[in-house]
């Protein structure tokens, strides 16, 4: 069972390929997250829709990534 207070070894970031989902990537990543694989878009009709994959670093701590 994962502790509600750390944070998720593993997470999938989606939305608008927009500047917001792009800050929201860039904070996962200075929180001690990785990215795992290549992102992903699509086409919802009106606008690209975008996901990428992120994991915290195995070599970071993880009461370290709270802080």
Known sequence: MIDADQP?????LTGPDDAEFCKRVSEALEQ???L?????????????IAAQAV???????TR???D
């Open 8 to 12: 998720l070894p593993y997470r999938l």
């Open 32 to 34: 001690g997250y990785e």
């Open 36 to 48: 795992h694989g290549s992102p992903a878009v699509t086409f919802d009709g009106q606008r690209v």
């Open 55 to 61: 994991v915290l670093r195995s070599d970071r701590n």
């Open 64 to 66: 370290d990534a709270v």
